[in-house]
């Protein structure tokens, strides 16, 4: 039985859904009978959770090859779910990326990846997708956004990924302002460290603690919290952050090499 029945039958976009925590909450969603195309970049990866996301449910599942860092191809994935799915009820905005440099020596090139993928993808494709919503007088819109913008400042080495998250959640807090007159909820997500691919390369996360670390699975409990509030109340901005990892706290520790 289908723990909620309200979203059987609705539509939605999943970003980033070809592994870790977009991969988590496409099986969660399709498990409850929610129709979803998922985007991610690698065409070989993403055809994987396609087939096996398709083999233990009955909803629609489509793959788009897309790199949310091109406006051209979260076009073509808006187009896509219009047409295979005639509409969408649900964007999970979830595609990012991750690095960790002393700010002078992350490579220009970085700086852009981070910029266009984390912020940029994000806030084209709710632009591409929100008239679609407000004529429909509804959606939802839920973004993973990232448990280090609660670190002010933001922690060393993380200065750009974070503080792109924090221009991003300061973005999507002051939407959901303008699109609650429309019925359209926008969420913010802020996970602390979970243990997916993007974590795997820290710095100050040892091999043997990573079974410490949050799963996937704690997330999208987050998201179905999100998605299953009654009509009248939106959680703006949900916070899970690690409790049994002492080294991730408000001063992330930074092994200062350069120091002399
Ligand atoms: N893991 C954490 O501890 C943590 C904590 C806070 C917030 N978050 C946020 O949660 C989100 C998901 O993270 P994750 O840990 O699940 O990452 P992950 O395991 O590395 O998975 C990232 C997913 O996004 C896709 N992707 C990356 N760049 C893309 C692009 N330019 N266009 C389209 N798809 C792209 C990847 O597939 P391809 O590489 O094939 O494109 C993959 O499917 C990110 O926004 C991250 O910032 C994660």
């Not at 997708?129 to 993973?144: L, Q, R, S, T, Y």
């Not at 974070?162 to 807090?173: D, E, T």
């Not at 243990?195 to 820290?202: C, M």
Request: with cysteine.
């Amino acid at each position: 039985m289908n723990e909620y029945p309200l979203l059987k039958g609705k539509n939605a976009i999943i970003t980033g859904a070809s592994r870790g925590i977009g991969k988590a909450v496409a099986t969660r969603l399709a498990n409850e009978g929610v129709n979803v195309v998922l985007a991610a970049r690698t065409k070989e990866t993403l055809d994987e959770t396609v087939k096996e996301i398709t083999k233990q449910s009955s909803v629609k599942v489509r793959g788009v090859a897309c790199d949310v860092s091109k406006l051209e191809d979260l076009q073509k994935l808006v187009s896509v779910a219009m047409k295979e799915l005639g509409g969408i009820d649900i964007l999970i905005n979830n595609a990012g990326v991750s690095s960790q440099y002393p700010f002078e020596q992350q490579p220009l090139e970085d700086i852009e990846r981070l910029a266009h993928t984390n912020y940029l993808g994000y806030v084209r494709l709710i632009r591409l997708v929100i008239n679609h919503m407000i004529e429909k007088k509804g959606g939802a819109i839920i973004n993973m956004v990232s448990g280090s913008t609660m670190v002010d400042p933001v922690p060393r080495t993380f200065v750009t990924y974070s503080s792109l998250k924090v221009g991003l959640r300061a973005f999507l807090k002051g939407l959901f302002w303008e699109m609650r007159d429309h019925g359209i909820k926008i969420t913010s997500i802020l996970p602390g460290v979970v243990d997916t691919e993007l974590t795997d390369k820290l710095d100050n996360i040892a091999q043997e603690q990573r079974d410490r670390l949050m799963s996937p699975e704690t997330v999208v409990d987050m998201v179905m919290f999100a998605l299953s509030v009654p009509a009248n109340a939106c959680p703006l901005e949900l916070a899970v952050i690690n409790q049994r990892t002492p080294w991730t706290k408000p001063i992330i520790d930074y092994k200062q090499t350069q120091a002399k």
